[in-house]
């Protein structure tokens, strides 16, 4: 049996963000993963990515993780275009306008984690534990964590940066509103005729967005298209070529034809949100407490900050030498990271319930507020600013 302070279930890119930055505490840290922590990049694209934004990426930075990623396979954008399909409305943002380089950076997610899980097996206080967890027994004071290779953990908190389907959350009894998005997002890799210029663009239908997100090579673009389950299905079951040309016809032929440079991924696409966070013994962060629509790219980025902020909370605390498990102590981080997860949720379905549909109204508001916002420096900045997450 092991002992630690601190188990995190789970090594996406929140759980293993969290073991980064506890890096040189005095806390004693286990990571369990049922996959290996790094897994092999194939040249060509992998088919998921993440917009991460500014703040986390000057996070990851401080935390030594972004200069072990490679640079072929980060793609800075510096330009952002949004429009309406149906439409004069349209927005545009430009990094030079905040005197910045980019405005975010689009990653493969594996490349991503990859780093994390370099910098995390560099950690002196910080050991990985490849193994999937068969069960929780919670106690006064520790909890033990059988694992699937008949390990044992021990530790005083336990995290669970377990994803959407979190055992952690579902051990705790934590309650979850949750509600189907009645979207499915299909992921792709794309070749585009014109070169992408570094701009990130997305596109609202009234069957809800499609975004195209400009990789390192200059013509080639992950596309996360969501639209209504009916017309998902639909557009997953034509022809390469027609796929190709609906795509091209979608985005007004921005960047001319588009061909597809990878097969297509769907994903069910639904809002959760736990009601609880933390209790005595354990705290949930990233996909386990919420999962939002992609439409704004900030999933990753806001399990992200519920990372940073867990792991300054859980230092002070062990500073001020409090148990860092009691949920009395947990509460400040919990309440804060509630906050700010149910106002992405908040933003998330106002988007998509402004931009979806033909109603005549919304059409008006939609066009007229993007050209509104596109004449207002000071409103577009603290929009592009609030992406950046700052
Ligand atoms: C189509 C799409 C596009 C998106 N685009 C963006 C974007 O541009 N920007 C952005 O910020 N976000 C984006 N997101 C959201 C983002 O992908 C997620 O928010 C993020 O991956 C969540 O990370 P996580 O570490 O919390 O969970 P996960 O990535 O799900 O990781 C959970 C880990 O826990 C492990 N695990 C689970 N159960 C156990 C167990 N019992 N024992 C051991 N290990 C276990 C799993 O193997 C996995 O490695 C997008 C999402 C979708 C669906």
Redesign the pocket.
């Known amino acids: 049996m092991q002992k630690v302070d601190i188990a995190i279930?789970?090594?996406?890119?929140?759980?293993l963000t969290l073991a980064a930055a506890l890096a040189n505490s005095a806390l004693r840290v286990a990571v369990?993963?049922?996959?290996p922590l790094a897994a092999p990049i194939p040249d060509q694209p992998l088919l998921?990515?993440?917009?991460?934004n500014q703040v986390n990426q000057q996070a990851l930075a401080e935390l030594g993780v972004w200069q072990r990623l490679p640079d072929k396979r980060v793609a800075g954008y510096r330009h952002m275009h949004v429009w309406d399909k149906d439409s004069f409305g349209h927005i545009h943002f430009h990094a030079s306008d905040l005197s910045t380089d980019n405005l975010g950076y689009i990653i493969e997610?594996q490349v991503l984690t990859n780093a994390l899980a370099e910098q995390v097996d560099s950690l002196a206080n910080v050991v990985s534990i490849q193994?999937?967890?068969d069960k929780i027994l919670t106690g006064e004071q520790e909890t033990m964590l059988m694992l699937d290779n008949d390990d044992v953990i021990a530790c005083q908190l336990l995290v669970g940066?377990?994803?959407?389907n979190?055992?952690v959350r579902r051990h705790a009894g934590f309650p979850i509103t949750f509600r189907d998005y009645a979207h499915n997002?299909i992921?792709a890799t794309v070749k585009t005729a014109q070169p992408h210029g570094a701009t990130a663009r997305q596109v609202f239908t009234p069957q809800g967005p499609l975004a195209l997100?400009p990789l390192a090579d200059p013509h080639l673009c992950s596309i996360?298209w969501s639209q209504q389950t009916a017309r998902a299905e639909a557009l997953m079951q034509q022809e390469e070529q027609a796929f190709a040309q609906t795509l091209t016809a979608t985005i007004n032929s921005a960047l001319g034809p588009v061909t597809l440079a990878s097969e297509r991924h769907m994903?069910t696409?639904t809002m959760r949100y736990a009601r609880q966070w933390a209790d005595n013994g354990v705290v949930i962060?990233?996909?386990?407490a919420h999962?939002i629509h992609?439409l704004a790219?900030?999933?990753?980025?806001?399990?992200m900050q519920d990372a940073l902020a867990l792991a300054v909370h859980l230092q002070n605390l062990q500073q001020q030498g409090k148990n860092i498990s009691r949920h009395r102590y947990l509460r400040a981080f919990e309440r804060a990271r509630k906050t700010e997860a149910m106002k992405m949720v908040a933003a998330m379905d106002g988007f998509k319930h402004l931009f979806e549909g033909n109603n005549p109204l919304k059409k008006l508001v939609r066009s007229s507020g993007l050209a509104f916002t596109n004449q207002l420096p000071a409103v577009k900045r603290k929009l592009i600013e609030q992406a950046m997450g700052w």
């Open positions: 279930v789970g090594a996406g890119m929140v759980g369990i993963s049922q996959a998921r990515v993440s917009a991460i997610n193994a999937g967890v940066a377990d994803g959407a979190s055992m997002a992921v997100l996360v994903f696409l962060v990233g996909d386990a999962t992609p790219g900030q999933g990753a980025n806001l399990g």
